[in-house]
């Protein structure tokens, strides 16, 4: 089993850019949440898709958009980038109902210059 | 406010002492409660969880955390601290089946040969 797959590991981008995150869930694991981890800082909630809809979202613009897929693999959009962007962005997944338990990739490092 | 607390910012102890890292909660009703490490670079790994019944919960690494209803808390304990210990610790809760996780700042733990 990979578990929680997420590419890529590191990118660097320009302000104002876009840019594209992927995970691939944990086999099994239909639910993907998305978090932004800043240096020194808690994870914080971005979203949460599930059945290819976005079933929660935390307190981040709509800069921040997502995917899910079919397949349960999963985008994180982010348009507009600001400096303030540049963070770990950590996929998790679990399963439904009761998603009391979730499974971490390893992040990608984004920094935006 | 709704919140995760984890007073200590950065702890050091010496190879083979105890450890206790401490993480309060504001809400009112009993989360789900965690308690995840985080190598640096790494993303999140799960070290034990509490839903209910027996308050003393065991975990992996040889990490125990306590839940106290009337404190508020969910602490965690390492009767002796091995050098690969060092990592950032997170706690974190999640309200009801199916929400997101809400993690605390982290607390910093460094180990001394």
């Known amino acids: 089993d990979a578990g929680v797959t997420q590419s890529p590991t590191h990118l660097i981008k320009t302000r104002g850019q876009q840019v594209t995150l992927r995970c691939s869930p944990k086999?099994?694991?239909?639910?993907v949440s998305w978090y932004q981890q800043a240096l020194g800082q808690g994870p914080q909630f971005i979203f949460q898709?599930?059945?290819?809809?976005?079933?929660q979202r935390g307190n981040f613009p709509d800069r921040f958009s997502g995917h899910q897929f079919p397949n349960y693999s999963s985008e994180l959009n982010v348009n507009a980038l600001l400096l303030g962007d540049s963070a770990l962005y950590l996929c998790?997944?679990?399963?439904?109902?009761?998603?009391?338990?979730?499974?971490f990739g390893q992040g990608t490092r984004l920094t935006v210059v | 406010a709704q919140s995760v607390t984890q007073p200590d910012i950065h702890i050091t102890v010496s190879e083979g002492a105890s450890l206790e890292l401490r993480c309060n909660y504001s809400?009112?009703?009993?989360?789900?409660l965690f308690w995840y490490v985080q190598s640096p670079g790494q993303g999140l790994q799960l070290l034990l969880k509490?839903?209910?019944?027996?308050?003393l919960v065991q975990g992996i690494k040889g990490f125990e955390a306590e839940f106290k209803r009337s404190q508020s808390s969910f602490n965690l304990r390492k009767p002796s601290v091995h050098w690969s210990d060092a990592a950032e610790y997170f706690c974190?809760?999640?309200?009801?089946?199916?929400?997101?996780?809400?993690f605390g700042p982290g607390t910093r733990l460094s180990v001394l040969p």
């Open positions: 809400y009112g009703a009993t989360p789900y």
């Open positions: 086999s099994g694991h239909d639910t």
């Open positions: 898709y599930y059945e290819e809809e976005e079933r």
């Open positions: 509490y839903f209910s019944g027996d308050t």
């Open positions: 974190a809760v999640v309200l009801t089946q199916g929400q997101n996780f809400v």
């Open positions: 998790a997944s679990s399963e439904p109902p009761g998603n009391t338990e979730a499974f």
